[in-house]
């Protein structure tokens, strides 16, 4: 259940990862877009402020310079006529007509000069006479200016706009101050413009219909516009839309629109420029809208597309949750089945099992996986005995027959070498759903041991009082009998199905099981000793006879092996054996041995190049130890000779006792005569050295008697007869030496 709940949670979540992968990624790609978009449309903008600031500010400083050479103009005229004007009034009157016909014939201009008291004392204004009542220019500023101080230099004043009083037109003054003769001021000189011949040079500069050029005096009163119904001659500015106090230039946005301003540096007129930008803004918001359309476009195209995947990958995940849990009951169904479950492919490699199947089989699941069912690796057996290989399994079976196989009864070997019998069934798998095989198998083991049990003649083996074993052709065990379950400790239940031999001890070598086998596979038959180990870990020699059964067709049916326990009697046979051979008092080898040994040694030399050495040795004065300190003490010495004799030599070599204080020492694998020489040397200077024996120091030494085979006889018999007589020649040369017995002798 728990495994299920995993299962569709699993799908759940990789679902919902999937929509939240797909709606990240789309809201990525949309914000991208839209960063891109807005930078653009934002850096558009940008430039396009910039140009059209750096457009408005051309246009100011075109129309500035204008005015600077329309203003230098006038002023001109104005320093002209102050000249004329000492002429005298007809002089003066002749020059402004033709002023008016020159220069200024493009102009509405009105000429004028005034008295220092503020008398009109000439006009000349078209459609406008000298009034009956003279008019005062007192308190206009172009006179005040030049009144209040008369010493003023000569230089133009332009003066506030002002409505006329003569025409009632809004009229802006250009003055200069007259003087008489001796530079007294006598009137003031007045050019009265109607300013809007001052926009009128805006035609100069290239302005848009749109754009509003507007011009202010010193007061920030409009002097004129080129737009006089928004901007109306003597108002002001309002809002925003005027210049910033203090600047005398600028540029800057107002209400999405460019402003650019200029005070004159010389003049008292600031110039305004409200930039048209219309066609500039048109053409960008067409490019935006553009930009919008290309990032807008593709972006519903995408949202359409996410929307039918989310759908789609809802439908697609109830689906799988659907299918995820019927696959679920089905595996949990199978893999709880008592019955083993295999599934291969085409070519029969295994591709799924079930908890039954890697439990009957003894292999792990995950091992199994891959394998291939159809191998002729595994070892199964059919029921006659004979072997079973890959070509006739059931998988095998199914894959080129295409039918199904029933109730085939084999037996698996496990990998730990026990044996299971199987009843095992196969079938086909529909290409639908991938083809391949489907296997199921049950243990049928206790069925199958009892059945053969029953035919191998269980009442004879049972009652056998030797340990039997039964195998079958691969070596399983079949059945033991009683004794075995004595003999060796394992009850039935624990030794059947178990390899055969389990129970060694390891004692042996390789070789030696290699030749039992081809012993086995020759004659049928081995017996000999072999140790095996009881369940307890005590090794035991057995005498083991294994024999081989055949069926009708010769084939290897079984084989049966009857232990006896053989321990005891080979402990026997040993210490007897060893009774008979070797000395009581000092353990050594005895004369028989003694006999053997060389007999054995001189018929291996003979064989090869070595030669044999034999050192009779007679302790010297021995019957006086005896006399004086007893038997014992006697005895106690000759163990310790034993002893130091044994210490001079190989393990190869042999030490023996032939009677009373008579010694031996049999050397094999001597090559010089010098090889002995150094022996017999030791064994004088050894036995010359004390001994303590019961806390009595005794001295004695030792006469030896040296020969060599072959150098000083061929056969046992003229060996030791020649060694006798040298060793007696040692004694009768005064003991505590050794001679070497004589070539030929
Ligand atoms: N303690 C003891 N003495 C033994 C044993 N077998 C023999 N003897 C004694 O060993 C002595 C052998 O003496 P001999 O070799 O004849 O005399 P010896 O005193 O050694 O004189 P030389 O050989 O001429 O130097 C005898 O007295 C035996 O009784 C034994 O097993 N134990």
Redesign the pocket.
Known sequence: MKKKLQGEQGIAARESRSRLMIVFFTVAIMVAIWAAVATQIHLNRVRQAESEEADAVAKVRAYEQALARQVELFDAQLQALQHEWQEGPAMFAQTVAELRKGSLRHYEISVAVIDLEGRMVFLDAPGSTVPAKPLSAVGRDYFDYFIQAPSRSNQLFIGELVASRLSGRMVTPFARPLRDENGHLSGVLALVVYPEYLVRLGGFIDLEEADRLILLDRNGQVVTSTHPELFAPGSHLSGAAKPREGQSKGVMLVDDQVMAWKSLRDYPFTIVLQASNSADRRHSREIERSYLLFAGLPLLGMLAFVALLLRDLGQRGQALRKLARSELLAASVVNAMAEGVIRTDGAGIILDVNAAASTILGIEREFLIGLSAVSDDWLVIKPDGGECLGADLPASLVLRTGKPQKDITLGFVRPDGSRVWLNTSARPLAAEVGGGVLMSFSDVTRVMDSVLEASLGSAVVQAMAQAVVVTDRSGCIVRINPAFEELYGYTRREAVGRPAGFYRADRHDREFYRRMWSSLAERGHWEGEVWNRHRNGVALLVWAAISVVRDEAGQVAHYVALYQDITEKKRTEEEMWFGANHDV?TQLPNRRLFNDRLDKALAVAERGAEKVGLLFI??????????TYG?????G??VQVAGRLTALVRGSDTVARL???EFVILLTGVVTIDDVRRVADGVVAALAQPFEVEATTLEISA?VGVVLFPDHGHNLDALVRAADRAMYQA?AAG?NRYVMAETGS
């Open positions: 008092l007679d302790l010297d004065h021995f019957k006086p130890v005896n006399d038997h014992a003490v006697g005895d010495l000759l009677a009373g204080d006469s004694k003991r």
